[in-house]
């Protein structure tokens, strides 16, 4: 099983590079984001869970996010491995996520980073909103997300990169120039 984790901060490409990771080379394309939406969707225990909690405000747990990631994997027993895009975004959720991958005769074989600046990032962003008319993507509501990003990427990079498996790619480009530099440091 080859497993991938692929961290970007807002606008940086990181969901449309994971779709074509995912299918270049075989691997089940897993979001957190997707799996909270489908779980909830589908009304199932878990999915209950996670909506009473959002719906509170509240985050949800450490335990809870793994339990909702078990089960996503689960659903696909035959898989090569997996890309995984929004997971993990703390130190605790990348120990979990070795435990659970263990289980699943598996680990952690490349963490991708998509490096771009954040004045990029920030014209992206907006002119997103405009195009797609989001109101509350003001530079304020983006500089907040971009700085957390920034507060919870750091230490997971440098966790994955003491274990030599952190690859930065440069994010700037056309979508094929930045999938091939990933592609590169995927076959390295």
Do not use: W
């Amino acid at each position: 099983m080859y497993n991938i984790i692929i961290f970007g901060p807002p606008g940086s490409g990181k969901g449309t590079q994971s779709i074509k990771l995912a299918e270049k080379y075989g691997l089940t394309h897993i979001s957190t984001g997707d799996i909270f939406r489908s779980e909830i969707k589908a009304k199932s225990p878990l999915g209950l869970r996670v909506q009473s909690i959002i719906e509170n405000g509240e985050l949800v747990s450490d335990d809870l996010l793994v339990d909702l990631l078990r089960s996503a994997m689960q659903k696909h027993p035959g898989t090569e491995g997996f890309l995984l895009d929004g997971y993990p975004r703390t130190i605790q959720q990348a120990r979990d996520l070795e435990v659970l991958l263990t289980e699943l005769n598996g680990g952690v074989n490349v963490v991708l980073a998509l490096d771009v600046h954040d004045d990029e990032l920030m014209e992206r962003l907006l002119n997103r909103a405009q195009v797609e008319g989001r109101k509350d993507d003001t530079e304020e509501v983006i500089s907040n997300r971009l700085n957390v990003y920034h507060s919870q990427t750091k230490p997971l990079m440098a966790h994955y990169d003491g274990q030599g498996k952190m690859k930065s790619v440069h994010g700037v480009g056309t979508i094929d120039e930045i999938f091939n530099r990933l592609c590169e440091k995927v076959d390295k």
